[in-house]
């Protein structure tokens, strides 16, 4: 067994391979060639933690494991992150564990991959302005991956509590880009493109705020009751997912398919734009709206790659199990 520890894979997969890896496994759900298995998600009635496992198996890549994890809101006084998970790799010829990987930032690289595929293949070409709602932990590296899919000239944000904003502008900064901090109406208004990355369990972007020709991903919304736009936004968007089961489960799309202003049968994957069965945006008026739920596939195909680069550049611990 292989075992590649979190402190390795900063050095070893970036956001490009992030972004590779996953639009592929989007590309191989929509194909039916990978699926992903229910999701387990509980609240555990200790630390206010959520935990859970998701899983699934990639026939293409033969990627196959679960990552087991969650949410523990009190990490960060404890100067840890608040999601803590771990990735198990199988062997689907023969069941046995093949590594075990440090997920944490496989989360977050997966997580904004995900956006960022939504982005390329949805948003506006002529996208100038970003807007961020979240300025927790995911919402640099949602940032970082965002500007690389557009030439965007300015990033405004918002958050429920502002006195996080700092983090959105220091690395607007870094990022040469000219920052402000704005009210939801006005980033409704301004955005081309919005990223919304919160732990809300009450909408903060409302349909009024938002203008023709916005793309949104959502992207905090992975659980039972949480949610971040209004559902007659929802409703308004052609909205793409990375898979429909959760979406209308534990995503965004949970509350406009509960009051009936949103069928399941308008909810498209994002793969089958990737693949080019479906057209993706139609026009420059559009609303498009990504239901980012976050699937297991996803962490096991960055978890397979960064174990390939893991034996490539030879830091791959290998143990006898
Ligand atoms: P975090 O705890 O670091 O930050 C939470 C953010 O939510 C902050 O910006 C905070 O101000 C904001 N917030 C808190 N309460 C709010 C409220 N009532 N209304 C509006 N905003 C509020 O969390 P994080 O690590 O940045 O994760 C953010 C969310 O993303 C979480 O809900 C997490 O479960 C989710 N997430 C989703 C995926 C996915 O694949 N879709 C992956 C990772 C994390």
């Given at each position: ?7 390795e894979i ?10 590779a ?14 699926y992903?298995?229910?999701?387990i ?16 198996f ?29 990735v ?9 564990v ?9 989360t ?7 956006s ?12 100038k ?9 995911q919402?640099t ?33 870094e990022?040469n ?15 081309d ?7 809300a369990?009450?909408?903060s972007l ?18 039972k009751?949480?949610q971040?736009v ?12 990375d ?26 994957e994002?793969?089958s734009?990737?693949?080019?069965d479906?057209a ?22 960055v ?10 550049k030879?830091?791959a ?5």
């Open positions: 067994m292989i075992i590649v520890p979190e402190k900063a050095d070893l997969i970036g956001r490009d391979q992030s972004f890896a996953v639009e592929a496994v989007f590309a191989a759900m929509s194909r039916k060639d990978a992903n298995f229910p999701v998600r509980e609240s555990i009635g200790h630390a206010d933690a959520l935990y859970g496992f998701k899983s699934g990639d026939r293409e890549s033969l990627a196959l494991g679960l990552k087991s994890g969650g949410y523990w809101p009190g990490n960060e006084a404890k100067g840890l992150t608040n999601h803590q998970s771990t198990i790799l199988f062997d689907a010829d023969t069941g046995k093949k590594a075990l990987v440090g997920g944490n930032l496989l977050a690289l997966r997580t904004a991959a995900a960022a595929v939504s982005i390329k293949h949805l948003a506006r070409k002529d996208s302005v970003l807007g961020m709602i979240g300025a927790g932990h919402s590296f949602q940032m970082r991956a965002a500007v690389e899919q557009r030439d965007f000239e300015k990033v405004i944000g918002w958050n429920y509590h502002p006195e996080m904003l700092s983090r959105l502008a220091d690395l607007a900064a990022l880009l000219p920052f402000e901090a704005v009210e939801l109406d006005q980033l409704g208004a301004e955005a493109v919005i990223i919304s990355i919160t732990s369990f009450s909408p409302m349909n009024a705020h938002v203008t023709a020709g916005t793309h949104i991903a959502c992207m905090g919304t992975d659980t009751g949480k971040e209004e559902a007659a936004l929802v409703a308004r968007a052609t909205v793409f997912t898979e429909i089961a959760q979406s209308i489960s534990i995503g965004e799309c949970q509350h406009a398919v509960a009051d009936g202003t949103k069928s399941e049968a308008d909810i498209i994002l793969g734009v990737i693949n080019g479906h993706g945006r139609s026009s420059d008026d559009e609303i498009t709206l990504f239901d980012g739920t976050g699937v297991g596939l996803q962490d096991l195909a978890a397979s790659a960064a174990v390939d680069l893991a034996i490539e030879g830091v611990i290998e143990v006898d199990f």
